[in-house]
């Protein structure tokens, strides 16, 4: 399914990906629309976080151009490798990863951005997990530098409106918590 959206996207142009070197190329960036959207979450909806709400209309002002996935432990390799980067965790400040079947997030010395949330090594395809705020900035600052364009992390108001994609349920897929584990909703 990914190529045929691939596909679809490319054909409108609104899929695009930066070179980063001879050999490498940057994450694919897709267009998403300026728009509004109601940002945050219904004060009756079971199960919300007081930091949800309240709810209120967003404007996004322009389109902007966000990454189609999420940053890959090789795409985060590359920049590493490329820059001699250490990361939060890696100089001493640890991260975060949580056990099969617990749910509390417990501290390790460990772990860092070459783990998955479980602390096992993750695979070069699997998104990059156990880095810092300042980590991703320094990434993007990086693919600025090698691409002459200007990247950036998107603001959580941004990310909300590009995962709700038009919807107003509570999940994308709608108000029903799915029949089995997805991501981390049980």
Known sequence: PSSTLDDSLSS?????????DFFNHGP?????????????????????????????????LNAFYLSLTHITVEQFSFFVESTDYVTAAESGKGSMIRFPNDDFWTESSEVNWRHDN??????????????????????????????GKPY?????????????????????????TPPNQTANIK
């Open 28 to 60: 694919k960036m897709v267009l998403i629309p300026a728009g509004e959207f109601v940002m945050g979450s219904h004060p009756s909806e079971p199960g919300r976080d007081m930091n949800e709400g309240p709810q209120h209309n967003v404007s996004i």
């Open 12 to 20: 409108v142009k609104q899929l695009i990906t930066d070179k980063v």
């Open 152 to 176: 950036r992390l998107a603001s959580e108001a941004e990310i909300e409106y590009s995962n709700r994609a038009g919807s107003t349920t509570k999940f994308w897929w709608g108000d029903d």
């Open 118 to 147: 479980r602390g096992e090594l993750a695979p070069d395809d699997f998104p990059v997990v156990n880095i810092a705020w300042v980590d991703a900035h320094a990434y993007t600052n990086w693919l600025s530098k090698q691409t």
